[in-house]
């Protein structure tokens, strides 16, 4: 099919199950923009080791659009959206690794589970996943010397290890568990963790906040020693970051909007001007 649908949107499904990973960073807006169906159908993609096209792997509809919804099992997909600047892509399914890496600008929206490296060194735009998520979210690539500078994660299920490692700026919020690690390295930027935490966030931090709701955690991991209690108060930027994450529908308690939270001042191994801040009931 090679008219333009009603949305002027680009669709891909997945013509077989893949039993070994696909490399597709052509799957952006950037390139699909000015792209007819059948320049789209030939952009280059890696099954494996083999240089194949995109018509041979993915069942095609409409041309010349921003706009991608990508349905079916993309799980072995991997560099969706990478380095992409404009557009947005809706992913009705889960997806590979790696997805939303470097990108820009524009909008991933993961209505599954993602793995590992989402959004890995992003430099701006909006990735928000409706499930859970592996490791290295907004993280730094081995060797890098940060990971994500600019724009916004948003993960209503659970995290591995490691999210928003070496991070610079930009804001990762979790609905659910995080893992061991959060924002290991950070120098800069917000992570906020609505549910339980693994062991040692803020590890190595320099710069930056994480803040801990710890909602039904019956057992919260203990900070590390080379935190030191501050004060308890009730931060000004926090209320202007929770009604943003409300107001783009992100779930926000009323009382974490007014609340009190103790500050703890680390990691004092490295700069110790980061902070953790722990919501008090």
Same mark, same amino acid.
């Given at each position: %099919?090679?008219?333009? !649908?009603? %949305?002027?949107?680009?669709?891909?499904? +997945?013509?077989?199950?893949?039993?070994?990973?696909?490399?597709?960073?052509?799957?952006?807006?950037?390139?699909?923009?000015?792209?007819?169906?059948?320049?789209? !159908?030939?952009?280059?993609?890696?099954? $494996?080791?083999?240089?194949?096209?995109?018509?041979?792997? @993915?069942?095609?509809?409409?041309?010349?659009?921003?706009?991608?919804?990508?349905?079916?099992?993309?799980?072995?997909?991997?560099?969706?959206?990478? !380095?992409?600047?404009? !557009?947005?892509?809706?992913?009705?399914?889960?997806?590979?690794?790696?997805?939303?890496? /470097?990108?820009?600008?524009?909008?991933?929206?993961?209505?599954?589970?993602?793995?590992?490296?989402?959004? *890995?060194?992003?430099? =701006?735009?909006?990735?928000?996943?409706?499930?859970?998520?592996?490791?290295?979210?907004? *993280?730094?690539?081995?060797?890098?010397?940060?990971? %994500?500078?600019?724009?916004?994660?948003?993960?209503?299920?659970?995290?591995?290890?490691?999210?928003?490692?070496?991070?610079?700026?930009?804001?990762? *919020?979790?609905? =659910?568990?995080?893992?061991?690690?959060?924002?290991? $390295?950070?120098?800069?930027? /917000?992570?906020? *963790?609505?549910?339980? /935490? $693994?062991?040692? +966030?803020?590890?190595? %931090?320099?710069?930056?906040?994480?803040?801990?709701?710890?909602?039904?955690?019956?057992? +919260?991991?203990?900070?590390?020693? /080379?935190?030191?209690?501050?004060?308890?108060?009730?931060?000004? @930027?926090?209320?202007?970051?929770?009604?943003?994450?409300?107001?783009?529908?992100?779930?926000?308690?009323?009382?974490?909007?007014?609340?009190?939270?103790?500050?703890?001042?680390?990691?004092?191994?490295?700069?110790?001007?980061?902070?953790?801040?722990?919501?008090?009931?």
């Amino acid at each position: %099919m090679s008219g333009v !649908g009603e %949305m002027n949107e680009i669709l891909l499904r +997945p013509k077989v199950e893949f039993d070994v990973p696909v490399e597709a960073e052509v799957i952006s807006p950037d390139l699909f923009a000015e792209k007819s169906y059948e320049e789209i !159908g030939s952009l280059p993609v890696f099954l $494996g080791n083999r240089k194949m096209c995109l018509k041979d792997l @993915f069942e095609i509809e409409g041309q010349s659009s921003t706009n991608i919804v990508l349905e079916g099992d993309f799980s072995r997909v991997k560099k969706i959206g990478y !380095g992409m600047s404009r !557009g947005k892509i809706h992913i009705k399914g889960n997806v590979g690794m790696h997805t939303g890496a /470097t990108m820009k600008g524009g909008e991933i929206i993961v209505e599954g589970d993602a793995m590992d490296w989402l959004g *890995a060194e992003m430099n =701006g735009g909006l990735i928000w996943v409706k499930g859970s998520v592996d490791h290295f979210a907004g *993280a730094s690539y081995w060797g890098s010397k940060h990971g %994500m500078n600019r724009g916004m994660i948003l993960i209503e299920g659970n995290t591995g290890n490691e999210v928003g490692k070496k991070m610079r700026r930009g804001t990762i *919020a979790i609905k =659910g568990k995080a893992g061991d690690f959060l924002g290991v $390295g950070m120098i800069g930027g /917000t992570i906020l *963790a609505f549910s339980e /935490t $693994g062991e040692r +966030p803020g590890a190595e %931090m320099k710069r930056g906040s994480i803040v801990l709701f710890l909602e039904n955690c019956s057992n +919260p991991p203990p900070l590390l020693p /080379t935190f030191t209690y501050n004060c308890t108060y009730s931060p000004t @930027f926090l209320r202007v970051y929770l009604k943003t994450l409300r107001k783009l529908g992100f779930p926000v308690k009323e009382e974490y909007i007014s609340g009190k939270y103790r500050r703890y001042n680390g990691d004092i191994v490295e700069l110790g001007k980061g902070e953790i801040l722990i919501y008090e009931p």
